[in-house]
C-alpha cells in the first residue's frame, strides 16, 4: 500500500517562508509524477486546489498562477521526497496542504497532471496558517 506523509507545516507571518516535505513510502518513485494541492477550508467542503507539480525525472515542473515566483517544487528520487519551499507567504495560502502522487511511467517524461483526478495516492494532510 503507497503511502505518503507530508511534513514541515505550521504557523507564520504574512511575507514568510516554509518547507513542505513529503515522504513516500512505495518503490520506484521516479515513475510517479508528483503534486501539491491544497484545501482552503475543508470543513466547509471547498475542492481541493492545485498547487504546484513535478515530472518523475525532476526536468519538468507546474505551479499554480496564484504561487507562481513565490512556490518552488522539486524532488528527490534517491530518497523519495518531493518538497514545497513556500516564500513570500500571503494569508490566503493558508490551507490544509497534500501530497499526491500519480503513476505515469507510461505517459511522456514531462508530464505531470494538474486535476486531482490526475492522482492515485493522496497524503493525510498538513495545516498551514498564515497570520497578518
Known amino acids: 500500500q503507497a503511502q505518503l506523509v507530508e511534513f514541515g507545516g505550521g504557523s507564520v507571518q504574512a511575507g514568510g517562508s516554509l518547507r513542505l516535505s513529503c515522504a513516500a513510502s512505495?518503490?520506484?518513485?521516479?515513475?510517479?509524477?508528483m503534486a501539491w494541492f491544497r484545501q482552503p477550508a475543508p470543513a466547509a467542503g471547498r475542492e481541493r486546489e492545485f498547487?504546484?507539480?513535478?515530472?518523475?525525472?525532476?526536468?519538468?515542473?507546474f505551479h499554480a498562477d496564484s504561487v507562481k515566483g513565490r512556490f518552488t517544487i522539486s524532488r528527490d528520487n534517491a530518497n523519495n521526497r518531493v518538497y514545497l519551499q513556500m516564500n513570500s507567504l500571503k494569508p490566503e495560502d493558508a490551507a490544509v496542504y497534500y501530497c499526491?502522487?500519480?503513476?505515469?511511467?507510461?505517459?511522456?517524461?514531462?508530464?505531470?497532471?494538474?486535476?486531482?483526478?490526475?492522482?492515485?495516492?493522496w497524503g493525510q494532510g498538513i495545516q498551514v496558517t498564515v497570520s497578518s
Open positions: 499526491a502522487a500519480a503513476d505515469t511511467r507510461y505517459y511522456g517524461m514531462g508530464y505531470a497532471g494538474r486535476r486531482p483526478s490526475d492522482y492515485d495516492y
Open positions: 512505495f518503490d520506484a518513485f521516479s515513475d510517479y509524477s
Open positions: 498547487v504546484s507539480a513535478i515530472s518523475r525525472n525532476g526536468g519538468d515542473s
